[in-house]
């Protein structure tokens, strides 16, 4: 066998193939155990992930209860002010009507009376 350009190279390229085939074989074992591990972390957290999405369910729910708890006492409120702003509108007319009328009688009794007084003035 000769040893020229030719048969180096031949040489260099088996041993190029031979080494990128070891590598790539490395690395595909490697890859595989990758995916072996996160197909197990994967269905470890399938395994928690449901009981979570159930508790998170109930938690929505018993906040929608207490929601529409809420919902109620605010009806509630506005119903109660309702009936003391009806109460406060009908004892504001009960007083104001009186003293208003009152008010007018005293400023006539009072009218009355001065001009009663200024008359007697004048005549006396």
Known sequence: MEWDAGAF????????????GVGL?????RLGGVLRQLTTMLHDVNQEFVPILSRVQTTVDEVNSELGKVDEITGSV?????KIETTAFA???AIEVPVKKMAGLSAGVGEAVSTFISRRRKEA
Do not use: E, H, P, R
Request: glycine share 4%; hydrophobic share 70%; aromatic share 12%.
């Open 78 to 82: 506005v119903a109660v002010t309702d």
């Open 25 to 29: 074989t490395f690395a595909l074992i």
């Open 91 to 93: 004892v504001q007319n």
């Open 9 to 20: 190279m031949k040489i260099a390229i088996g041993l190029f193939f031979l080494a990128a």
